[in-house]
Structure formats: structure tokens, C-alpha cells
């Protein structure tokens, strides 16, 4: 049997190139479906009001998201942010010599690489961390300290720069805001 080649018509063109297109568009949606949340973003990290919305680019995809907050010394109060059981942020509120500064917090941080620093010395923020001074802020049982913020990302493939900026300044405002300072 002899095979006669027929040249596709207008209509087959464009059948065949839309039927490709939805492949190439299914295969790519494909690649991103990981990226799906099933639970809702914390709207506060162990009682301090957060914004949703500056958390989201830190965790990642999963079906539960849970916090617990611990005190692992005397003023340290930390909360641990799991998804699906593995820890992906901390967040933390501790107590360090006035004199210190957010350079000296940040070093004794895992997550928290050398980043940039702003507002004199309020604030220091990289990708994965960042050390916040919770400016005006006084504690009897802390005379000769001053209150600092910590962020630190777990979550392997996630960060980013400007929002940790915005997370450690917001973070750092509730914190004052808060119980913890007088």
C-alpha cells in the first residue's frame, strides 16, 4: 500500500496548534501545582498580628500549617511556624544587652546571614532572616536590655530580600504594640 501525503488543511493547522498549546500549557501548569496551599496563612505568629500576605513568599506548599510558641530561657519567647510537620520559620522576641546592636543579635542566628542594614541600626534583613530593635521599649525584669525581633526562614528554596524587609519592620511595630513592652 502506497502512502499519499495530504497537506493539512487551514482548519487542521490550527487544530494542531491548539491541541499542542493545551499540552504545553498543561504540562507547565503541571510543574507548579506543588506551589498549592491547602491551608489558610497565619494571620498572627503567636499572638502577634502579622499580614498574611508577608509570610506567604516564606512558607511553602502543603496541606497544614501549625505554630507553637516556646521559652527557651528567661525573656526568650520564640514561635515555631510547621507545614505538614517541618519547621519553616521561627520568629522570636528576646531580650539582649542595651548596648548590643542588630548586628551582634543576627550573629548568634542561623537563618540570619549578613544582610543590609536600615534605620540606623533598627533593622538588619537578608533572604532567609532578619534581626529587628523594638525601639523604646522597657521591661523591670529586663533593666539593663533591650528588646529584639528575630525572623528565620527553614523552608528550603524560599526568601526573599524586600519582603523580609517589610515582615521584620511589621513584625517589630506589633511587637511593641504588644504585651511585651511598657
Not at 482548519?11 to 491541541?19: D, F, G, V, W
Not at 548568634?108 to 534581626?131: E, I, M, R
Request: charged share 20%; glycine share 10%.
Amino acid at each position: 500500500m502506497k502512502r499519499i501525503s495530504l497537506p493539512l488543511s487551514t482548519t487542521l493547522r490550527r487544530l494542531s496548534i491548539l491541541t499542542i498549546s493545551l499540552a504545553a500549557g498543561t504540562a507547565l501548569s503541571g510543574c507548579t501545582s506543588g506551589e498549592e496551599r491547602d491551608y489558610s496563612l497565619p494571620e498572627s505568629l503567636c499572638g502577634v498580628p502579622v499580614d498574611p500576605d508577608l509570610l506567604a513568599p516564606f512558607l511553602p506548599p502543603g496541606e497544614s500549617v501549625s505554630t507553637r510558641q516556646t521559652t527557651p530561657n528567661g525573656g526568650t519567647e520564640r514561635c515555631n511556624v510547621s507545614v505538614d510537620g517541618e519547621l519553616a520559620l521561627v520568629t522570636g522576641r528576646l531580650w539582649w544587652e542595651k548596648t548590643g546592636s542588630v548586628a551582634d543579635v543576627a550573629a548568634v542566628h542561623a537563618q540570619v546571614s549578613k544582610g543590609d542594614v536600615s534605620s540606623g541600626d533598627t533593622f538588619l534583613y537578608s533572604d532567609t532572616g532578619a534581626v529587628g530593635k523594638v525601639q523604646g521599649c522597657t521591661d523591670s525584669t529586663h533593666p539593663d536590655q533591650a528588646l529584639f525581633t528575630v525572623v528565620q526562614v527553614y523552608a528550603s528554596g524560599r526568601g526573599g530580600s524586600s519582603t523580609m524587609k517589610r515582615l521584620i519592620t511589621e513584625y517589630t511595630g506589633q511587637v511593641r504594640k504588644g504585651k511585651d513592652c511598657t
